[in-house]
């Protein structure tokens, strides 16, 4: 009789480790920017980079920290909101900004705590904003924000929205991505676009989109991107800072991405 319980005693403990080995893992729901819209080009390198970086990543803290990710790929404003809501608990590669970080919380020396752009260990890009006009557009940027050729087309909900609101006003135009802000310059002959950049990757994705368009070599803005999590995310302090440090560990090995990056020259 012991014998038979002790045979059921058993069989039920390993019908409950599958459950309880699933129950301790932390499972981390990550946003990213939804580059599928541009159906005619497959476009952006830099996201599909991050996101390949994180699943091959993913792979090893799984194992080694019992962390589970899960990458959601939607438009950046709804990305956003989500992370407001705490309905989704991180996104990958986006940069500081005061008001983003009333809702989400970024690793050590990120923002005004970085001594100077890209200098982060916490960094998953370096990279930034570019300007790109017509080819028949004689403008050249050499630094100064306040005259570009207008209108100014953006992706809505980019880091530096705001501040260009304040300079262009009326003749600032906010699109649903980089690839649709090219085409309507192209169509135009006029005006400017600052697109999201990270040199040499997006520079030939940008020139596979037209031989008309000038992408002008100073950066409108360069910067360190990140990947945060939203303040109302139930990932914990000490789990979030383990996530960090391994991203970086990750990020920084240059045999671990060398394979992901050749893939994409």
Not at 17 to 46: G, H, M, W
Not at 135 to 154: A, C, H, M
Not at 209 to 233: L, R
Request: hydrophobic share 35%.
């Amino acid at each position: 009789m012991n014998h038979i319980i002790l045979k059921f005693y058993v069989l039920f403990l390993l019908f409950l480790i599958p459950f309880y080995a699933t129950a301790n893992i932390t499972k981390i729901n990550i946003c990213a920017d939804d580059f599928r819209q541009n159906k005619e080009l497959s476009f952006s390198k830099t996201d599909s980079i991050n996101i390949e970086i994180l699943k091959e990543f993913s792979k090893v803290i799984l194992k080694k920290n019992k962390m589970e990710v899960n990458i959601t790929l939607i438009p950046l404003l709804r990305c956003l909101d989500m992370l407001k809501k705490g309905t989704m608990d991180a996104m990958i590669r986006l940069s500081y900004t005061d008001e983003r970080a009333k809702y989400l919380d970024y690793p050590p020396g990120s923002g005004h705590e970085e001594e100077m752009p890209c200098y982060s260990n916490y960094k998953v890009t370096c990279s930034g904003y570019v300007v790109i006009t017509h080819v028949l557009e004689k403008f050249i940027y050499l630094g100064n924000s306040n005259n570009l050729p207008t209108p100014v087309r953006i992706t809505s909900g980019i880091s530096i929205e705001n501040d260009l609101k304040e300079i262009y006003k009326e003749n600032l135009e906010g699109g649903r991505s980089y690839y649709d802000n090219i085409k309507k310059l192209l169509r135009d002959k006029k005006g400017s676009v600052i697109a999201s950049y990270v040199f040499p990757i997006d520079l030939v994705q940008y020139q596979k989109i037209s031989p008309e368009i000038k992408i002008h070599e100073k950066y409108y803005v360069k910067k360190s991107y990140y990947m945060p999590f939203s303040k109302k995310s139930k990932i914990t302090e000490k789990n979030r800072l383990v996530f960090w440090e391994k991203v970086s560990e990750f990020y920084n090995d240059n045999n671990a991405t060398k394979k992901i990056l050749d893939k994409y020259k």
